[in-house]
């Protein structure tokens, strides 16, 4: 029977969660065990959908402190001698995750976004690729465990199979903690959180010198502002608004690309969209070939006369 | 003080080739950039050496010999060490591969901090700092905005972590990898012309596999445990999509697109 191990970060429980789908992609309707992860957490997001909690509890075990996560990770995994783990691909889990398969001599995909099968039922996983608009299709080699991390919000775990879980409270674990120590920390203030906007209003190079235009128009649609990394590099948002690769995954029903290229590590993160429009002087940019609709043109004189046309639209209404 | 700065070059798009129908990306004869969160890392180090004449820096690299030229721009810029490691064998290494070559090399020198960006425009650059840090047993630490100038030469320095929810202060004993981001604010300047054709040839060494030896069965793909096998577009021409311009009659059509699927 399978077995495989799903890390439950303390702050990314509910993207840890979608990671069960990608579990039920991967074996299909073979038996397999599913063993959730816990460090000083309670456990209570996994009741009813894993096999098994590894309960971690050991107040000197710092969720930053990589060194000694990656002691824990390994000695479980050698103890229960899992075909897969899987981390959510956020700050501490990129980390994490390739130090585990380093140390582990474990294969290891990241930024995996999608799972199918080749003609001998072996895994295959799809993941970015570099510099175009392409997606590699990688494989692991034979052997076992096999580490991947996760896009969030990529996969989709519908809850549907009720599971009997068991919790396993583990207090002995050896590690090696040391050479990095929390200061502070304090919340951001940004709550810009664009992963669940129902429509967002992006902004690229293209239209950086009127970034600003972008407010009202997404003020009027009752939608957020977002952009691509050349906006982010340009200081003119935070990263909790950047869109990609390095920035956030995004599923809104309506992606309004604004003076965007489209590079691979943008569009990747669109995965999930229902409808694109894009606004672009360069009708062959790559998110064009992406978009249902391609307004050829300038996107800060779309921005202004689309603004236009709605506060028309809303005066006459209220006539 | 000594640091080393990990850099990776990329596929500079415009010049990046693929071909849908062999499934496979055009390497061979594609232009070289540099990783741009590299580039920060980079510039952070030389604004430290501005203030601290004495600082080493070491650039370290694995790639084809096709980018020397990149990692001796980077050497007039005042970057007083280039490595370049690369050997025809290691070709075809997955990340994993190409962090025991680098892990390798890093083993046999001094350094204080290791420095790289935090993001890749490849993901696969994003693995190699923790795995290269894993080797060497050192911490690493990403989405590193700002350093204390102040602590950078004693033997723990203290950095501000931009992270998801929150920002967080760290304390970090040396030796450490660290990850650099854009907000650090230190961008790598551009070779002045003056300098251009300063030869930099006696700072810059080549590092192959009969100095780091390794056996043929250990790095390129036979010692790699993933495997590109295919590339493919990411999502194809959607069929039914409409071109209009910024005119009034392209405007329309986008309300009343927003409108039909009641955004307005």
């Given amino acids: ?319 | 003080m000594r640091l080393v700065c990990v850099i990776g070059f990329t596929p500079d798009k415009q010049s990046f080739g693929d071909n849908h129908e062999k499934q496979k990306l055009i390497w061979q004869g594609c232009r070289m950039k540099l990783n741009p969160d590299d580039g920060y890392a980079l510039g952070f180090a030389l604004h430290l050496k501005k203030q601290n004449p004495d600082l080493f820096i070491e650039v370290v690299t694995m790639a084809p010999l096709s980018v020397t030229p990149l990692v001796e721009n980077i050497l007039r810029v005042g970057v007083d060490r280039g490595t370049l490691v690369s050997d025809g064998i290691f070709a075809g290494s997955d990340t994993a591969t190409t962090s025991r070559i680098l892990g390798k090399y890093l083993k046999s020198i001094d350094y204080d901090y290791l420095l790289a960006g935090s993001f890749g425009d490849d993901s696969k650059i994003n693995q190699l700092p923790p795995q290269v840090s894993e080797l060497l047993n050192i911490n690493y630490i990403s989405g590193i905005s700002s350093i204390d100038e102040d602590t950078f030469s004693s033997s723990k320095i203290l950095v501000e972590v931009e992270e998801e929810k929150a920002m967080a202060t760290y304390e970090l004993s040396a030796p450490a990898f660290l990850g650099l981001t854009e907000k650090c604010g230190h961008k790598l300047p551009y070779v002045r012309l003056k300098d251009s054709r300063m030869d930099v040839g006696h700072r810059l060494q080549v590092i192959d596999n009969s100095v780091l030896g390794f056996e043929e069965r250990e790095v390129g793909p036979k010692g790699s445990l993933t495997k590109t096998i295919s590339v493919q577009a990411l999502r194809k021409k959607t069929a039914q999509q409409r071109i209009v311009g910024t005119d009034s009659e392209g405007i329309e059509y986008v309300y009343n697109f927003l409108k039909e699927k009641r955004f307005i």
């Fill in chain 1, 1 to 319: 029977m399978h077995r495989a191990l799903v890390y439950f970060e303390k702050e990314n429980c509910q993207h840890a969660v979608q990671l069960l789908e990608v579990l039920r992609q991967l074996y299909g309707n073979e038996a397999f065990e599913c063993y959730a992860l816990t460090i000083n957490g309670n456990g209570q997001v996994c009741q009813g959908k894993v096999d098994y909690v590894l309960d971690v509890q050991n107040q000197a075990l710092k969720p930053y402190d990589q060194r000694a996560l990656t002691d824990v990770v390994s000695t479980l995994c050698k103890t229960y001698d899992f075909d897969h783990l899987l981390f959510v691909a956020s700050h501490f889990g990129r980390t994490l995750a390739p130090r585990v398969a380093i140390r582990l001599g474990a294969a290891f995909v990241s930024e995996i976004t999608a799972v199918r099968h080749d003609a001998d039922s072996q895994p295959q996983f799809i993941a970015p690729e570099a510099g175009v608009q392409n997606i590699g299709v990688i494989k692991a080699k034979a052997g076992k465990p096999v580490v991947l991390t996760v896009r969030p919000d990529t996969f989709q775990y519908d809850g549907s199979q009720e599971k009997t879980t068991k919790q396993i409270k583990l207090s002995d674990l050896e590690f090696k903690a040391g050479g990095i120590r929390q200061i502070s920390r304090h919340d951001n203030v940004d709550n810009n959180d664009i992963s669940d906007c129902e429509l967002l209003i992006s902004g690229g190079g293209g239209i950086a010198k009127h970034f600003e235009a972008l407010a009202p128009l997404a003020k009027a649609l009752r939608g957020k502002v977002s952009a691509s990394r050349p906006i982010l590099d340009r200081d003119l948002i935070p990263r909790s608004a950047l869109v990609g690769q390095s920035g956030k995954t995004v599923s809104p029903r309506l992606y309004m690309a604004l003076g965007i290229h489209g590079a691979i590590q943008h569009v990747v993160a669109l995965e999930r969209v229902e409808h694109i429009i894009s606004v672009n002087t360069n009708v062959n940019a790559p998110i064009c070939s992406l978009s249902e609709i391609v307004v050829h043109g300038d996107a800060a004189t779309f921005v202004d006369k689309m603004l236009k046309k709605i506060m028309e639209d809303n005066s006459h209404a209220t006539d």
